[in-house]
């Protein structure tokens, strides 16, 4: 693939390098995505879906760089027979259309053959996806307990469900906390949460249940903790990464390992199962929908409010009533 990039009114250099033109990509992310701030985070998930994209063009005989619109409504296919679910493929579509945004911005090409390209329809509502991810609230328990005390992991593995449930925090946001985040000796205890989804900072309030947890941990960090990662919260206790921050691949294998130990797991469970439980179960005991928002980290309370209609659902169950 070759990316023109201006450097001077009269001069520009071509990049063949896939590697090279991922890292000019880069450049145009974090200027251009997220009003200008788009984290490290964001910014590897586009060049991981661009990469994908531009494999499967070099498999079909295209140049990634000269892909048509019906280039591009053939690619969108190929993730629909590939059962991604309708929101994996808008996000895949979104990098794609950046790529190509990228494309005009280096000079590349003068069109954007992505512009346009939606997903294709949800024949299955948001309501009915997340019920299909719901936990009752007995279930959760019997799962934050699951892992023994006995053994470092099972400790780790407690704390770290144990946030996201009860604060319904992101797997991203558990792995990248730092102690420095953590205010233990401050009433009320918090979790400072920096840069999440969207760019945004919030305050977490911590609660005994979470709090304990996480002072087990504490106590036992101390074992595997390396140099690498003195300031990281949660550390990998696996042989190749062992002492290190854990990441979220880490982290979502940690809490399907105890969904599969309480015989819990469906295909598609994860970490967001929590975070899905903590909004459901949190309304269902009358929390405040603006509060449970703004500590979610919701972008608004339309976000958030889906939340009630699994509520009701669960609720108002029609065979409750015969």
């Given amino acids: 693939m070759t990316a023109i990039i201006p450097v001077a009114d009269t001069e520009i250099v071509r ?40 494999l499967w063009c070099w498999d079909s005989g295209i140049d990634p760089g000269q892909a048509s619109e019906l280039d591009l409504a053939r690619y969108r296919r190929h993730l629909v027979t590939e059962d991604y679910e309708r929101s994996t493929i808008a996000v895949k579509l979104s990098a794609v259309r950046r790529f190509f945004e990228a494309a005009i911005w280096h000079g590349l090409r003068a069109d954007n053959p992505a512009e346009g390209l939606k997903p294709p329809r949800q024949h299955t509502a948001r309501r009915d996806k997340l019920l299909e991810r719901y936990l009752s609230r007995d279930a959760v328990l019997a799962l934050l307990d699951a892992p023994p005390l006995g053994t470092i992991a099972g400790v780790r593995d407690r704390a770290m469900m144990g946030l996201m449930y009860y604060h319904g925090l992101r797997v991203s946001e558990v792995c990248h906390l730092s102690l420095d985040d953590l205010h233990r000796d401050v009433e009320p205890p918090s979790l400072h949460i920096v840069k999440a989804k969207g760019g945004k900072d919030r305050v977490v309030l911590l609660v005994e249940k979470s709090l304990s947890r996480l002072d087990l941990w504490l106590e036992v960090r101390s074992q595997v903790v390396s140099q690498s990662s003195a300031s990281a919260v949660f550390l990998s206790l696996s042989n190749n990464s062992q002492g290190e921050p854990i990441k979220a691949p880490g982290a979502r294998w940690a809490v399907q390992r105890w969904l599969k130990e309480t015989t819990l797991y469906r295909a598609g469970f994860g970490p967001h199962v929590l975070r899905h439980c903590h909004g459901s179960h949190a309304l269902a005991q009358g929390a405040d929908l603006y509060v449970l928002s703004v500590e979610m980290g919701h972008a608004s309370t339309d976000t958030t409010g889906v939340y009630l209609h699994v509520v009701d659902a669960v609720r108002q169950n029609p065979a409750g009533f015969l």
């Fill in 15 to 54: 990049a063949t390098s896939t590697d090279d033109v991922l890292a000019q990509l880069a450049v145009f992310l974090r200027i251009n995505v997220s009003a200008g701030d788009a984290s490290e985070n964001t910014i590897k998930a586009y060049q991981l879906h661009i990469g994908q994209f531009a």
